[in-house]
Every structure is written in structure tokens, then in C-alpha cells.
């Protein structure tokens, strides 16, 4: 790249936030500039500061927070910048996309008016002009069919779509600099390796620079330029891409490169009995229609499915965000009802309601995707976890309840003295433990994992699976694993589903599936993910 | 930050959400200060009128329309009118009077013998007391009597009957408060119960819930309160049962939405993963998660109910006299408002100054329950 002028330089930016515990300081006096043209990559795991670092610099911090340094954009400071002479430079010159292109994007208008409305107040041009430009924008996105989407709503549109739709806008004042926060978390793994590639071509068309804040250091391997690791509020190794990849020399980035989930399970032998078996298990969802509405419309979210689950065996379903997954697994617990045969152990649960399935409960749990919202937040964590003591075992003692607890939290790897805390005062990981120790202090045969570790930063993802393969070793589990993270579920899984729009497009062992996906979908999904977390694409 | 198996010290007790709370309404200065203020403002309402020397019925037919004032009635010019007033009564006539500190002489003359039991005129009067015969002449015809100045105090002034308005004002908050607490806890304990339920049970059940609940918005609500005193009579205690009943429906919307996304929530779904009754969600989840919302719409319907029944006194639907509450003495005042402006002043003081605590309190409330910045 043709770097030469530093555009932007932050020096010595410290955030702090008042809290009614003390003041907080989330940037510690970090130094990064950015160079034009270049690709930076700021990179940690939450907490670490890096998203507040560039909300810093853009002014856009929440309103008990406060920041000193300097962060000079082309000679000027723009920390001490007038609201007014911010704006000049805050959208046009600097432009930044974020996480979640749904809320970013107004519902009430259609993309083409959200797209021309800056174009025409910072450009001065007219209606039609606007439009042509919108136009061409949307081509350099490629959105395809750019004429018809302009007219569309951002709930029309993929979240693959809207993120796109997102970089357009911030293109569309032709910016110096792009900051792009976490751009394609909130996407699946074929997406996020478009988006990926899409800002890399876009940069070498436009030639802006571009700063890319991400928790996965993978990402920005093929990507980056040069590469800030952050780290509580501090940056602790900071480089060329290359080299940090190849030579880290940081402990904090040797681990953040290792966190990959490493080694596999075997499978489970072949006469194992069979704990759950779903056969033709189908769940339709009336989206609309019915009474007074014409036909009911229906949407088959499982679709004829069959899967049998032996003790000790873990089975992995992938598959992208609405393709039926989750739906799958609650299904097979009789949380959802559904059509087809469900057997567990040797009983036929198809047809069973709520009271028939109540003694069953303890023997099936599951385990949510969001650590945040699983927790009842007004309980504490003792409270949590010894629930389904009082339902399953309801002749305990309140000292017994607080003696298995302490048992299971010890069990998860945490201080027993948490059962006395709320589950706010926990980080993510943590709080992911507790939600395994409320499935575990049940002793279960089955659990199903729907997504548990896909919240979580990659070296907390790592030890929640080390976790969870010690307590399936210990106890003879099965699980049901539920995940579009194909490096966690090859670490977790021996056997493997994919699932596209509530169908089984391929199954089979997972070394199998991974050294030979037979069907493109697959093969498209190996693809993405080795796209985005290994190589580096010629670009 | 990495996922370091917590790190506790022993014995540490968790702050839970309403303990962090606390906290955040603790560093919140207006609301504090209305908490404080409306602390006042109850224990002045609950226990002031017993130790203000006024009863709020008692009538001085000598002081009506009295303005307020920090010095003690009658003024000194207003003793020779108060005076000869009373002497008028006696039908005897002035002599001579002076005034010696606390007290007055008077020596009245007659045509005929003067009863001893005159003095009693004098002592009817509320500006005199303790009034004693000194002299009397032999004949009977002249008699010197003192008096003490009775010294009353009327800070707030008194009404058009001669009433004391701060014994009133404090009465009336007495009342207005009672009411609002009472149709406040009337219309949560209603609202609560009926939107858990519509939210917790859902479907077809929430959907007839709800329209009955339209239904009732759509009643004319002062008809429906003219309706209510037909039925019940002028009885306040019941008449405000029945506002209370009619002010639920708000609370059940909002607690019935509140049910209704808590329903979802993923600690729900755990809990029947885990096999956990509906009676268990409800207590253990529901309802604890519903009390924010709750308690904040709380402090926003008790100024609700007040300046409600501040409207139905003002109509003369509401509180009946001699029983009063700032309604009432609002609508009074307002009516006498270029002659005797305190009478609107006071009581709008406090009514005013009350709600504005409660807002504070309830904004307040909110912010520390429901910190976005979670």
C-alpha cells in the first residue's frame, strides 16, 4: 500500500467512565495512528476498550463518560472540537459502520430515501442526481438489483444486505476513513467472509483507510495492515500484521492466536444405547393469515427430520441463522410441539404434555445461547441454579440445596461464593458457567447446547468447551450441540447435521463432513469459515 | 478479559438489582430531595393538625377572610372593634377602655344595673378571654371589667367562615394523600393481578382480557363517576374504592405488556426447560421482574388520583364540608382570588409542590430500576 501521511493520531486517549462505584478507566493512555490508505486493526475481547477507543475519537461516548488525549485528524484535535465543526469531519470524512445493521438502519424509510438524504444535504445535489449516486453506491456494494432494492425496507432486506447497504451510506461522502465496528459479528460465516472481502475490494477501488475493530484476531489476518492487540483498556502488542501473526510476541496475543477450540471427540461405541431419537420430527409456525385473514400461512421451520442421539455422543447441528436449528432442538425437548415420533430412553414422549414431561425435565437440559438473558436477574445465583431442585427434588433442605449448589459451581469452575451474587455482577464466561451449573446440578442424561458459546470471546469460547467435554467425560452426557461455529462444533462433535431452511442437507461423522462435505452448501460453509479464520486470499 | 473462575473473597454478599437500585436513586439529588419533601409533607399532613392550636372546623366569627401573618391576632387596631362589638352585645355603652400589655380594662355604663353574667359577651368574643369583673359601682350602673387578649396565630390566614387554613391546608392533605395512596394500591393491587394474568396466560384468554379492558376505556369517566356517587352516596372512602377501580386499566396494559416480554425471556424458557410449574414462573419469575415497572407507575398514579379528586372536589362531586382537601380548598380559593389570594396560595403550594416531588420521585424511580447504560 502507498501509506505515507499519518491522517489520524490518537495520543495518550484515556476514557474514563463515572459510575456509582468510582470512576472506570476503560482506555488507559493508548497511542495508535492511522496512516492513509492503510487497514489498522484494533483488536481485543470485550472489555478491552478497543470500541471505546474509536467512540472516543468520533465523540459519540455515552453521556458518563469522558476522554483526554488527543485524537488529531489531519492536524486538528477533535476531542476538543465544536459540536458543529465535528459534524464536518464526524460522517463526511470520517465515517464509521457498526455491529448490528438492523438497528442502525431506520425502518420507517425505504434504503433509497436513507441513501439520498445525506447524499443531497452534504453534496448539494438535486433529487435525480442524488438518486444516480445512491445507485452507483448501491452497485459498489453489489447489491444485486440495485433499482428495485432502493425502494425496499431495511426488514426487507438480509442482514448480509443490510450491512452492505450500511457501508454504502458511509461511503457515500467519499471518507478519508472508514471505522467499522465488529462489521460482521452479527453475520453468518458465508456473509461475514463477503463483507470481508467486499471492504478489501472497496478499499482498493477507493483507496480510504480503513479501522477494523474485531474481538477475532483471525479475521484480520489476510485483512489488516498492521495490528493493535488490546487489552484492558491498554494496547499490549502492536505491529505489522505479518509479523504479529507469525513472531507475537505478547503472551495476551500468543493466546488470543491459540484460542482456536482445539482436538475432537471420538465417537461413542457403536452399541451404545440410544437416548433420543426424533423421527420425522416436524414443527410448522402460522406466520400470518388465519381468522378473518384468508389462509393460514405456514411456515415449516423442521421439516421431516430424523436424528438419533446415543449416550456419550455428541451431535453437532449446523447450520445458518433461520435454517431451523434451534427450532430443531426445542422441538426434540417438547418445548415447541411438533409432528413425527420423539423417543427418549425407551419412551415415546411425541404426544406427552406438560405434566408427563415434568419428571422427564431433569434428565434434559438445555443451555442458551445468551448468558445475558438466561439469567433471571432479580435472583441470585444460588437461586438460579437450585431451581430445578425445588421442582425435582422438592424434599431437600435449604442447607442441602446450598451444599449441591456449591457442589455444582465448584463443578463449573467457579467460586462457590458466587451463589451468593447477582448474575449482573459476572462477566459473559462466567455467566455461561452458571447457566451450565443450573443444567448440571440436575444431573441430566441429555443436554442440548443451543449456541452456548457463540456470545462469548474466543479464549472464554475455548474454556467453555473444555469445560463442557470434562463434564460430558464425567457423566456420561449426551449433547446436543447447536451452533453456526464450525471450528467449535468440530471440537465438540462426533457427529454432524447441517440444516438449510429446515432440512438435513448433509450428515455424517464430523472428521467426514469436514474432509469431504459432499454437498455445496456445505462446502460453501467450510469454505466461508476457512475463508475468513485461516487464510490469507491473494488480494 | 478472560474468563478467571470467579475470584471471591469469602462471605461477600452479591448487590442485587434493587440494592443497585438504591444506589443510583441515592445519587439522584432531585429525587432524593422529594423523597425527603414528600417524607415532610405526610408527617406534617399525618400529625400537624393535632398540634396546630386550630381545630379545622372551629369557625372565629371575628376573623374571616384574615390575611396570613407571622404576628399573633387580633392587631392592635383591631382590639377597639373587637371591643366595642362585644360591648354591643352587652347593650351597655363605653365608658372609658385602655390596655395595659396582655390585657384591657373596660368600664361600660348603663341605664339600668348590669348583669355579672354580661361578661360572658366579652368572653365570647375570640379576640378576649379570662374576662373578670375588677370594680363595680355601688349602684351597679358602671362596671370595670378586664380581659386578656386571647393571641391567636394564623399563618396561613383564615377562610371566608373565619376557619384556620393552615389547620385546613394540613386536614386536606391528610385527606388528598389518604386518597391517593388508597385508589393508588387500589388501582395497582387491580391493575397488577388482572395484566399478569392476561400477559402470563396469553392467547385467546389475553385477547378477551384486553378487550374488556377497551370497553372500560371507552366509558365517559365523569359519567361513569356521577354514575358511582348515585350508587354510593357521598361516602369518600368508597367513592374512591371506586376511582381506583377505574384507574387500573393503565396498569394493566402496562403490566400486561411487561408479563408478556417477560414471558420470553430466556430465563422463563429455562425455567420450563427445567420443568418448573406455572406457579413457579409466575412467583419466581414474572412478578419480581414486573415490580420496576410497577412501583414507577405507582408514584405517577397517586398525582394521578390526586389532581383527579382535586377535579371531582372542584365540580362538587368529591369531598364534602366540612371535611376538606386541596381540591376543595383550591376551588375555594379560586374563587376568591383577587380578595384573598392566600386562600388560592397555600393550598396550591402544597398540592403543586407534592406532585412535582412525586414525579421527581417517579422519574427518578425509573432511571435507577431501568439504566439503559446495562
Known amino acids: 500500500m502507498a501509506a505515507s501521511e499519518t491522517i489520524l493520531s490518537v495520543k495518550d486517549l484515556r476514557v474514563r467512565f463515572r459510575t456509582l462505584d468510582g470512576a472506570v478507566e476503560a482506555v488507559k493512555g493508548i497511542n495508535i495512528h492511522v496512516k492513509s490508505g492503510e487497514t489498522v486493526a484494533v483488536v481485543g475481547e470485550s472489555g478491552s476498550g478497543k470500541s471505546q477507543t474509536m467512540m472516543a475519537a468520533m465523540s459519540l461516548l455515552a453521556s458518563n463518560g469522558e476522554a483526554t488525549g488527543s485524537v488529531d485528524y489531519r492536524g486538528r484535535n477533535l476531542l ?428 455424517g461423522p464430523t472428521e467426514a463432513i469436514f474432509s469431504n462435505p459432499q454437498h455445496a452448501y456445505t462446502q460453501t460453509l467450510m469454505a466461508a469459515a476457512i475463508d475468513v479464520t485461516r487464510f490469507r486470499l491473494s488480494a | 478479559m478472560t474468563d478467571i473462575a470467579a475470584t471471591v473473597a469469602p462471605t461477600v454478599i452479591g448487590r442485587s438489582l434493587w440494592g443497585d437500585a438504591w444506589a443510583r436513586l441515592k445519587a439522584n439529588r432531585a429525587a432524593m430531595f422529594s423523597l425527603y419533601y414528600l417524607a415532610l409533607i405526610g408527617v406534617v399532613s399525618v400529625f400537624g393538625p393535632w398540634f396546630v392550636p386550630h381545630q379545622y372546623t372551629t369557625i372565629y366569627a371575628d376573623y374571616v377572610r384574615m390575611p396570613p401573618s407571622l404576628s399573633a391576632y387580633p392587631k392592635a387596631d383591631m382590639i377597639e372593634t373587637a371591643l366595642t362589638e362585644a360591648i354591643k352585645r352587652m347593650r351597655v355603652d363605653i365608658k372609658e377602655w385602655r390596655q395595659e400589655g396582655n390585657q384591657v380594662f373596660v368600664t361600660v355604663k348603663s341605664t339600668r344595673p348590669i348583669d355579672d353574667r354580661n361578661i360572658r359577651y366579652l368572653d365570647r368574643s375570640d379576640a378576649f378571654d379570662d374576662t373578670k369583673i375588677e370594680s363595680k359601682s355601688p349602684d351597679g350602673l358602671e362596671v370595670t371589667m378586664s380581659a386578656s387578649i386571647k393571641q391567636q396565630y394564623f399563618l396561613f390566614g383564615t377562610d371566608n367562615t373565619g376557619r384556620d387554613l393552615l389547620s385546613r391546608t394540613l386536614m386536606a392533605g391528610r385527606i388528598s394523600l389518604a386518597i391517593g395512596l388508597l385508589a393508588g394500591v387500589v388501582a395497582v393491587v387491580i391493575g397488577v393481578v388482572y395484566g399478569a394474568a392476561a400477559g402470563f396466560a396469553g392467547g385467546k384468554v389475553d385477547e378477551v382480557m384486553m378487550r374488556i379492558v377497551d370497553v372500560l376505556y371507552s366509558l365517559p369517566f365523569i359519567f361513569f363517576v356521577i354514575m358511582l356517587v348515585v350508587f354510593f352516596g357521598r361516602n369518600f372512602v368508597l367513592m374512591f374504592l371506586a376511582v381506583g377501580a377505574v384507574l387500573w386499566l393503565d396498569m394493566a396494559r402496562i403490566v400486561r405488556g411487561q408479563a408478556l416480554s417477560i414471558r420470553r425471556q430466556e430465563y422463563v424458557q429455562a425455567a420450563e426447560a427445567m420443568g418448573v410449574g406455572q406457579r413457579g414462573i409466575l412467583l419466581r419469575h414474572v412478578i419480581p421482574n414486573l415490580l420496576g415497572p410497577v412501583v414507577i407507575y405507582m408514584t405517577l398514579l397517586v398525582p394521578q388520583v390526586i389532581i383527579l379528586e382535586s377535579f371531582l372536589s372542584f365540580l362538587g362531586l368529591g369531598v364534602q364540608e366540612p371535611m376538606t382537601s386541596w381540591g376543595v380548598l383550591i376551588s375555594v380559593g379560586a374563587k376568591n382570588i383577587g380578595t384573598a389570594n392566600w386562600l388560592l396560595l397555600f393550598p396550591a403550594f402544597f398540592l403543586v409542590s407534592t406532585l412535582f416531588a412525586l414525579n421527581f420521585v417517579g422519574d427518578g424511580l425509573r432511571d435507577a430500576l431501568d439504566p439503559r447504560d446495562r
Open chain 1, 80 to 507: 476538543t472540537l465544536s459540536k458543529s465543526e465535528l459534524n464536518k469531519v464526524r460522517g463526511r470524512k470520517i465515517s464509521m459502520i457498526f455491529q448490528e445493521p438492523m438497528t442502525s438502519l431506520d425502518p420507517l424509510y425505504s434504503i433509497g430515501n436513507q441513501l439520498i438524504e445525506p447524499i443531497r444535504r452534504h453534496r448539494g445535489l438535486n433529487v435525480a442526481e442524488a438518486r444516480e449516486e445512491a445507485l452507483k453506491l448501491l452497485r459498489l456494494v453489489h447489491i444485486p438489483d440495485p433499482e428495485r432494492r432502493m425502494k425496499s425496507y431495511p426488514h426487507e432486506m438480509s442482514g448480509g444486505q443490510r450491512q452492505r447497504v450500511m457501508i454504502a451510506m458511509a461511503l457515500a461522502n467519499d471518507p478519508d476513513i472508514l471505522i467499522a465496528d465488529e462489521p460482521t459479528t452479527a453475520l453468518d460465516v458465508t456473509i461475514q467472509a463477503q463483507i470481508l472481502m467486499l471492504l478489501a475490494e472497496l478499499q482498493r477501488k477507493l483507496g480510504m483507510a480503513i479501522v477494523f475493530i474485531t474481538h477475532d484476531l483471525g479475521i484480520v489476518r489476510r485483512f489488516a495492515d498492521r495490528v493493535y492487540v488490546m487489552r484492558q483498556g491498554e494496547v499490549v502488542e502492536e505491529g505489522e500484521a505479518e509479523a504479529i501473526f507469525v513472531n507475537p510476541q505478547h503472551a495476551y496475543t500468543k493466546m488470543l492466536l491459540a484460542a482456536e477450540p482445539t482436538g475432537s471427540k471420538a465417537p461413542p461405541p457403536a452399541n451404545a444405547p440410544v437416548l433420543l431419537e426424533g423421527r420425522n420430527v416436524e414443527v410448522t409456525f402460522r406466520i400470518g393469515g388465519g381468522f378473518l385473514a384468508g389462509e393460514p400461512l405456514m411456515l415449516r421451520a423442521v421439516d421431516h427430520i430424523s436424528i438419533r442421539l446415543q449416550r456419550n455422543q455428541t451431535i453437532g447441528i449446523v447450520g445458518e441463522s433461520g435454517s431451523g436449528k434451534s427450532t430443531l432442538g426445542r422441538a426434540l425437548l417438547r418445548l415447541l410441539p411438533s409432528d413425527g415420533l420423539i423417543r427418549f430412553g425407551d419412551r415415546d414422549i411425541s404426544q406427552a404434555d406438560r405434566q408427563a414431561m415434568r419428571p422427564l425435565r431433569r434428565q434434559m437440559q438445555l443451555v442458551f445461547q445468551d448468558p445475558f438473558g438466561s439469567l433471571s436477574p432479580r435472583m441470585t445465583v444460588g437461586q438460579v441454579i437450585t431451581e430445578g431442585l425445588l421442582v425435582h427434588e422438592p424434599d431437600l433442605s435449604g442447607k442441602q440445596r446450598d451444599q449441591r449448589a456449591v457442589e455444582a459451581l465448584r463443578e463449573v469452575g467457579l467460586d462457590p461464593n458466587a451463589r451468593n451474587r447477582y448474575p449482573h455482577e459476572f462477566s459473559g464466561g462466567q455467566r455461561q458457567r452458571i447457566a451450565i451449573a443450573r443444567a448440571m446440578i440436575l444431573k441430566p442424561r441429555l443436554v442440548v447446547l443451543d449456541e452456548p458459546t457463540s456470545a462469548l470471546d474466543r479464549s472464554v469460547q475455548k474454556q467453555i468447551v473444555e469445560l463442557l467435554r470434562k463434564l460430558q467425560a464425567d457423566h456420561e452426557l449426551s449433547y446436543l450441540f447447536i451452533s453456526h461455529d464450525l471450528s467449535v462444533v468440530r471440537a465438540m462433535a462426533d457427529y454432524i447435521i447441517v440444516m438449510k431452511q429446515g432440512k438435513i442437507v448433509e450428515e
